[in-house]
Protein backbone atom coordinates (compact mmCIF):
# COMPACT_ATOMS: atom_id res chain seq x y z
CA UNK A 1 0.00 0.00 0.00
CA UNK A 2 0.79 3.95 0.00
CA UNK A 3 2.65 5.03 2.55
CA UNK A 4 5.24 7.83 3.52
CA UNK A 5 7.78 7.40 6.17
CA UNK A 6 9.74 10.66 7.78
CA UNK A 7 13.81 10.76 9.64
CA UNK A 8 12.74 11.16 13.27
CA UNK A 9 12.75 14.26 14.94
CA UNK A 10 13.10 16.19 17.28
CA UNK A 11 15.65 18.12 14.67
CA UNK A 12 17.89 20.97 16.44
CA UNK A 13 19.56 23.47 14.83
CA UNK A 14 21.70 26.84 14.89
CA UNK A 15 20.34 30.09 13.13
CA UNK A 16 21.72 29.61 9.24
CA UNK A 17 22.13 25.94 9.87
CA UNK A 18 21.85 24.10 6.28
CA UNK A 19 18.58 21.87 6.44
CA UNK A 20 17.91 18.47 5.44
CA UNK A 21 14.26 16.46 6.39
CA UNK A 22 14.23 12.87 4.65
CA UNK A 23 11.22 11.45 3.05
CA UNK A 24 10.75 8.43 1.61
CA UNK A 25 7.69 7.14 0.43
CA UNK A 26 5.96 3.58 -1.28
CA UNK A 27 3.20 4.23 -3.85
CA UNK A 28 2.03 2.48 -6.49
CA UNK A 29 1.53 4.62 -10.07
CA UNK A 30 2.87 8.08 -10.02
CA UNK A 31 1.85 9.92 -6.37
CA UNK A 32 2.30 13.89 -6.14
CA UNK A 33 4.32 14.33 -3.40
CA UNK A 34 3.96 17.59 -0.71
CA UNK A 35 5.44 19.01 2.39
CA UNK A 36 3.33 20.35 4.78
CA UNK A 37 4.24 22.98 7.80
CA UNK A 38 2.93 23.20 11.38
CA UNK A 39 3.26 26.32 13.37
CA UNK A 40 2.43 25.94 17.25
CA UNK A 41 -0.86 26.13 17.66
CA UNK A 42 -2.26 26.21 14.20
CA UNK A 43 -3.69 23.84 11.10
CA UNK A 44 -1.43 22.38 8.33
CA UNK A 45 -0.21 25.01 5.36
CA UNK A 46 1.10 23.63 1.79
CA UNK A 47 5.00 24.56 1.93
CA UNK A 48 6.02 23.13 -1.34
CA UNK A 49 5.07 20.20 -4.09
CA UNK A 50 5.82 18.22 -7.05
CA UNK A 51 3.55 16.34 -9.25
CA UNK A 52 5.92 14.00 -11.75
CA UNK A 53 9.21 12.95 -11.17
CA UNK A 54 12.29 15.31 -11.26
CA UNK A 55 9.88 18.18 -10.31
CA UNK A 56 11.42 20.13 -7.68
CA UNK A 57 9.36 21.96 -4.87
CA UNK A 58 9.94 25.54 -3.61
CA UNK A 59 9.33 28.02 -1.27
CA UNK A 60 10.28 30.02 1.26
CA UNK A 61 13.70 29.18 0.69
CA UNK A 62 12.86 25.44 1.02
CA UNK A 63 13.53 22.82 -1.94
CA UNK A 64 12.55 19.46 -2.38
CA UNK A 65 13.50 17.19 -5.28
CA UNK A 66 10.82 14.50 -6.07
CA UNK A 67 13.43 11.55 -6.92
CA UNK A 68 11.47 8.32 -8.31
CA UNK A 69 14.46 6.48 -8.45
CA UNK A 70 15.34 6.75 -4.82
CA UNK A 71 11.52 7.08 -3.89
CA UNK A 72 12.37 9.85 -2.05
CA UNK A 73 11.19 13.85 -1.43
CA UNK A 74 13.84 15.30 1.27
CA UNK A 75 12.87 18.42 2.46
CA UNK A 76 16.40 21.19 2.17
CA UNK A 77 16.88 24.69 3.60
CA UNK A 78 20.09 26.52 3.25
CA UNK A 79 19.81 28.85 6.24
CA UNK A 80 17.22 27.94 8.34
CA UNK A 81 15.79 30.88 10.89
CA UNK A 82 13.99 31.11 14.16
CA UNK A 83 10.72 31.53 12.70
CA UNK A 84 11.25 28.26 11.16
CA UNK A 85 11.23 26.09 13.83
CA UNK A 86 7.75 24.12 13.39
CA UNK A 87 6.63 20.52 12.30
CA UNK A 88 6.93 19.50 8.89
CA UNK A 89 4.82 16.75 7.45
CA UNK A 90 5.48 14.42 4.31
CA UNK A 91 2.57 13.84 2.29
CA UNK A 92 1.52 11.31 -0.71
CA UNK A 93 -1.18 11.59 -2.45
CA UNK A 94 -2.05 8.67 -4.65
CA UNK A 95 -2.43 8.72 -8.52
CA UNK A 96 -5.73 9.40 -9.72
CA UNK A 97 -6.28 12.37 -7.12
CA UNK A 98 -5.26 14.57 -4.09
CA UNK A 99 -7.90 13.33 -1.80
CA UNK A 100 -6.62 10.90 0.17
CA UNK A 101 -3.37 12.43 1.30
CA UNK A 102 -1.51 9.95 3.47
CA UNK A 103 1.18 11.87 5.63
CA UNK A 104 4.24 11.03 7.67
CA UNK A 105 4.76 10.88 11.06
CA UNK A 106 5.95 14.89 10.88
CA UNK A 107 9.56 15.90 12.14
CA UNK A 108 9.87 18.78 14.71
CA UNK A 109 12.17 21.55 14.07
CA UNK A 110 13.58 23.62 16.77
CA UNK A 111 16.14 26.69 15.41
CA UNK A 112 18.22 28.65 17.73
CA UNK A 113 19.67 31.75 18.22
CA UNK B 1 -11.03 35.57 2.95
CA UNK B 2 -11.70 33.47 6.20
CA UNK B 3 -9.92 30.56 6.72
CA UNK B 4 -11.43 26.77 7.91
CA UNK B 5 -13.19 27.91 10.76
CA UNK B 6 -13.30 25.40 13.50
CA UNK B 7 -15.48 25.43 16.83
CA UNK B 8 -14.68 24.95 19.83
CA UNK B 9 -10.69 25.24 19.75
CA UNK B 10 -10.52 23.55 23.46
CA UNK B 11 -12.92 20.70 24.67
CA UNK B 12 -12.23 19.09 27.81
CA UNK B 13 -15.47 16.38 28.92
CA UNK B 14 -15.99 13.57 30.78
CA UNK B 15 -15.87 10.16 29.18
CA UNK B 16 -19.70 8.94 28.17
CA UNK B 17 -20.48 12.48 27.38
CA UNK B 18 -21.76 13.68 23.86
CA UNK B 19 -18.66 16.05 21.68
CA UNK B 20 -20.08 17.94 18.37
CA UNK B 21 -17.14 19.52 16.65
CA UNK B 22 -18.02 22.04 13.69
CA UNK B 23 -16.42 23.07 10.90
CA UNK B 24 -16.80 25.82 8.41
CA UNK B 25 -14.78 25.14 4.94
CA UNK B 26 -13.38 27.82 2.92
CA UNK B 27 -16.43 29.34 0.36
CA UNK B 28 -16.79 27.51 -2.78
CA UNK B 29 -14.34 24.83 -1.35
CA UNK B 30 -16.32 21.30 -2.47
CA UNK B 31 -14.16 19.14 -0.45
CA UNK B 32 -14.41 18.32 2.94
CA UNK B 33 -12.21 16.22 5.28
CA UNK B 34 -11.82 15.39 9.01
CA UNK B 35 -8.10 14.31 10.63
CA UNK B 36 -7.40 13.06 14.05
CA UNK B 37 -3.92 13.78 15.23
CA UNK B 38 -2.36 12.23 18.03
CA UNK B 39 1.53 11.56 19.24
CA UNK B 40 0.79 7.68 18.89
CA UNK B 41 -1.07 7.54 14.93
CA UNK B 42 -0.11 10.94 13.58
CA UNK B 43 -2.68 12.26 11.14
CA UNK B 44 -5.13 10.26 10.18
CA UNK B 45 -8.12 10.66 7.96
CA UNK B 46 -11.46 10.15 9.09
CA UNK B 47 -13.92 11.43 6.44
CA UNK B 48 -14.33 13.08 3.86
CA UNK B 49 -16.86 14.65 1.97
CA UNK B 50 -17.45 16.00 -1.48
CA UNK B 51 -20.47 18.13 -2.77
CA UNK B 52 -21.61 17.79 0.97
CA UNK B 53 -22.12 13.91 0.15
CA UNK B 54 -19.55 11.12 2.18
CA UNK B 55 -17.03 9.70 -0.15
CA UNK B 56 -15.07 7.34 2.05
CA UNK B 57 -15.36 6.89 5.96
CA UNK B 58 -13.45 3.78 5.89
CA UNK B 59 -10.93 6.00 9.04
CA UNK B 60 -14.25 6.21 11.51
CA UNK B 61 -12.64 4.33 13.84
CA UNK B 62 -15.65 3.09 15.19
CA UNK B 63 -19.51 3.58 15.88
CA UNK B 64 -18.97 6.12 18.17
CA UNK B 65 -18.27 8.41 15.77
CA UNK B 66 -19.95 10.00 12.74
CA UNK B 67 -19.99 12.86 10.55
CA UNK B 68 -22.42 15.46 8.80
CA UNK B 69 -22.67 17.87 6.12
CA UNK B 70 -25.77 19.12 5.94
CA UNK B 71 -24.85 22.09 3.18
CA UNK B 72 -21.46 23.31 1.73
CA UNK B 73 -20.39 25.99 4.73
CA UNK B 74 -21.40 23.56 7.87
CA UNK B 75 -19.70 20.17 8.75
CA UNK B 76 -19.45 18.55 12.42
CA UNK B 77 -18.15 15.40 13.87
CA UNK B 78 -19.45 14.07 16.88
CA UNK B 79 -18.46 11.37 19.29
CA UNK B 80 -20.92 9.50 21.53
CA UNK B 81 -20.20 8.25 24.06
CA UNK B 82 -16.79 9.83 24.01
CA UNK B 83 -13.53 7.82 25.68
CA UNK B 84 -10.31 9.03 27.10
CA UNK B 85 -8.91 7.37 23.96
CA UNK B 86 -10.37 10.14 21.86
CA UNK B 87 -8.70 12.72 23.38
CA UNK B 88 -6.67 14.28 20.56
CA UNK B 89 -6.71 16.81 18.03
CA UNK B 90 -9.19 17.08 15.22
CA UNK B 91 -8.47 19.06 11.99
CA UNK B 92 -10.65 20.06 9.75
CA UNK B 93 -9.77 21.26 5.79
CA UNK B 94 -10.83 22.10 2.82
CA UNK B 95 -10.07 22.25 -0.76
CA UNK B 96 -11.49 23.42 -4.06
CA UNK B 97 -11.95 20.62 -6.88
CA UNK B 98 -12.93 22.34 -9.94
CA UNK B 99 -10.95 23.78 -12.78
CA UNK B 100 -8.04 25.78 -11.96
CA UNK B 101 -7.98 23.58 -8.59
CA UNK B 102 -4.22 23.26 -6.78
CA UNK B 103 -5.55 20.13 -4.57
CA UNK B 104 -4.04 22.72 -1.82
CA UNK B 105 -5.65 21.45 1.58
CA UNK B 106 -6.43 24.77 3.47
CA UNK B 107 -6.53 23.50 7.66
CA UNK B 108 -8.54 24.44 10.21
CA UNK B 109 -6.36 25.82 13.31
CA UNK B 110 -8.02 22.21 15.35
CA UNK B 111 -10.08 21.43 18.09
CA UNK B 112 -8.25 19.99 20.97
CA UNK B 113 -10.79 17.63 22.64
CA UNK B 114 -9.68 15.87 26.38
CA UNK B 115 -11.54 13.37 27.76
CA UNK B 116 -11.18 12.57 31.05
Known amino acids: GNSVTQMEGPVTLSEEAFLTINCTYT??????LFWYVQYPGEGLQLLLKATKADDKGSNKGFEATYRKETTSFHLEKGSVQVSDSAVYFC????????????FGAGTRLAVHP | DAGVIQSPRHEVTEMGQEVTLRCKPI?????LFWYRQTMMRGLELLIY????????DSGMPEDRFSAKMPNASFSTLKIQPSEPRDSAVYFC??????????????FGEGSRLTVL
Open chain 1, 27 to 32: ATGYPS
Open chain 1, 91 to 102: ALGPSGGYNKLI
Open chain 2, 27 to 31: SGHDY
Open chain 2, 49 to 56: FNNNVPID
Open chain 2, 93 to 106: ASKGGGAGATGELF
